[in-house]
């Protein structure tokens, strides 16, 4: 079955340009996407890695 939301992340991904991903309770996030799964997004941000449940995002 074909997933719009993780192609979209592998594309992202590919480009290493920085994005913002905002959280349900309205937090910006903006980093480098580093990997992702079915359940989280692995960010680089202020050169840190951050982990994020996609559940969480919006």
Do not use: C, S, W
């Not at 910006?28 to 580093?34: D, F, H, T």
């Amino acid at each position: 079955m074909y997933n719009l939301q993780e192609d979209m992340y592998e594309q992202l991904k590919e480009k290493k340009g920085e994005v913002t991903v905002f959280l349900k309770n309205g937090v910006p996030v903006r980093g480098k996407i580093l990997a992702t799964d079915k359940f989280t997004v692995l960010m680089m941000v202020h050169g840190k890695q951050q982990l994020i449940f996609e559940l969480l995002t919006t």
